[in-house]
């Protein structure tokens, strides 16, 4: 199974960025959870959003309310959708599954919020 992070980038305070992760190798039908992490220069990686396979969803206080997370089972492909975007919003945000007791990790993008 490979997961396979896109769409960060730089952008202004109170921009949007929607990030996708695509999966290959087994089918998402099969992930019972995702979620997206981000990790914060000197800072520990921290859950941003989570969703389970009966799409019931749950977010950090922090982004509660500028942060959509989704998934599209028919295209293998967990999407975090990012509204009104905050400097303290950058950091490398991963995508993470879990399947069957595993665990898998993609590689990060980074997304950068300026001032």
């Known amino acids: 199974v490979q997961l396979q992070a896109s769409g960060g980038g730089l952008v202004q305070a109170g921009g949007s960025l929607r990030l996708s992760c695509a999966a290959s190798?087994?089918?998402?039908?099969?992930?019972?959870?995702m979620a997206w992490y981000r990790q914060a220069p000197g800072k520990q990686r921290e859950l941003v959003a989570s969703?389970?396979?009966?799409?019931?969803?749950n977010y950090a206080d922090s982004v509660q309310g500028r942060f959509t997370i989704s998934r599209d089972n028919a295209k293998n492909t967990l999407y975090l959708q990012m509204n009104s975007l905050k400097p303290e919003d950058t950091a490398v945000h991963y995508c993470?599954?879990?399947?069957?007791?595993?665990?898998?990790w993609g590689q990060g993008t980074e997304v950068t919020v300026s001032s």
């Open positions: 190798g087994r089918s998402m039908f099969t992930f019972g959870f």
């Open positions: 993470h599954a879990e399947y069957y007791s595993r665990v898998q």
């Open positions: 969703i389970t396979a009966r799409d019931s969803t």
